[in-house]
């Protein structure tokens, strides 16, 4: 395939992998109160889990995504991963265990851990610096596009039946024959195994995505359980909020190129200060305006924060990010997904009453002020070139 000659049709073909890869977990969050009236024999924390546990096994599979590059070549990679995303996701729609259930999720991880790299990675591999910030806005943009139309599906799907949102996974079809049509089969190279150089030579933006996912996972894992428990929204309007919130990341992941380009010191404030507004409006009680300020907010921060990190890291590691950076910033934001429930509910219920609901978005406001530390901290005199 001459590349050149089909880089719109590459293009769409990489930023269909972006579609997938929100919904490995954020899919089947408005389905989760649903979920967890079904298995009501089992911890809070053992039906997040199932929005959750899937970045576990991302983690390890981009821990040895570099060796990976070496024994397959890219749309092989990328074709096994999204076989193994359908078969895995949409096969939890026949289980009625949730131990199988989880088992099912965490190979789903697999699966996401072997195409999230190559969905920013191939970007700065095909493209050049110059459009990197734009395309790296579209893939933002199309990972949330992916979030509005799972998380539609999954909450209408689960008013019918609660397995019923799996079948969302069934959309990994639509990238598998693009990539057996347009993605070139070729061999990444410059990949090296995770290190502490590595580590140390990004940490500003590895560290970075695991705070942002962590406090971006509070939103899924707990705005469904909150807003049940403080208003009689039902579970599609419940929902309809959770969708508006991945329209306006996608908005804001569309004009991110001319945002980077017009507030090139302050954009790398506007992901922790608007969690932080975010957070603390939803904090303030579960009324429909502070639901949809909240909303709106956090849509925003989470708009800007991934590619902006996405942005500056392919940019530092060149046309090798597939192999080196993307892995890492891959890890640290699965990372991220795993541990937010597992650091917010301890903490919610240690520093606050039992009975406090809205205690988790408490957390994200001070989870917020150690995001908006270390941007300060590691980027003050950063200003985006």
């Not at 490995?24 to 009501?40: E, K, T, V």
């Not at 009324?287 to 991934?306: D, E, H, Q, R």
């Amino acid at each position: 395939m001459n590349v050149k000659n089909n880089w719109g049709k590459l293009t769409w073909t990489i930023l269909s992998i972006s579609l997938l890869t929100v919904m490995a977990g954020a899919a089947i969050a408005p389905a989760l109160g649903i979920i967890r009236d079904h298995f009501s024999d089992a911890s809070d924390v053992l039906v997040q889990l199932i929005v959750s546990l899937p970045a576990l096994l991302i983690i390890v599979t981009n821990l040895v995504f570099p060796r990976l590059c070496r024994w397959m070549k890219t749309r092989t990679l990328a074709l096994t991963g999204l076989v193994l995303y359908v078969l895995t996701g949409a096969g939890c729609f026949f289980v009625d265990n949730i131990w199988i259930l989880l088992c099912l999720r965490a190979l789903l991880g697999l699966s996401v851990g072997m195409i999230m790299p190559l969905s920013t990675g191939l970007l700065a591999y095909y493209y050049p610096p110059e459009k990197q910030a734009g395309l790296m806005g579209l893939s933002a943009a199309m990972n949330q596009m992916g979030g509005v139309v799972a998380t539609l599906l999954a909450g209408l799907l689960a008013g019918i039946q609660w397995n019923y949102a799996f079948l969302v996974y069934l959309l990994g079809l639509i990238a598998a024959v693009m990539v057996l049509l347009f993605l070139p089969n070729e061999r990444l190279s410059g990949g090296s195994r995770p290190s502490l150089g590595l580590l140390k030579r990004f940490h500003p933006s590895v560290v970075g995505m695991f705070l942002v996912m962590v406090l971006f996972f509070i939103y899924p894992t707990r705005f469904a359980m909150s807003a049940h428990a403080g208003t009689d929204l039902s579970n599609n309007a419940i929902t309809f909020i959770m969708v508006g919130l991945d329209m306006v990341a996608f908005l804001v992941g569309l004009v991110f190129g001319k945002v980077m380009e017009n507030f090139r010191y302050g954009i790398k404030y506007m992901a922790p200060i608007g969690f932080m507004l975010g957070y603390y409006l939803l904090s303030m009680g579960s009324s429909l305006p502070l639901l949809l300020a909240g909303s709106v907010a956090i849509g925003i921060a989470n708009g800007v924060g991934v590619p902006y990190l996405n942005t500056i890291a392919s940019l530092k590691a060149g046309r090798t990010a597939a192999s080196t950076v993307m892995p890492l910033l891959s890890a640290a934001l699965y990372l991220g997904q795993f541990l937010s429930p597992l650091i917010v509910t301890p903490l919610s219920r240690a520093l606050f009453e039992p009975t406090d609901y809205l205690s988790p978005f408490k957390i994200g406001v001070m989870i917020s002020a150690i995001y908006l530390l270390q941007v300060f901290l590691t980027r003050k005199r950063q200003v985006v070139k």
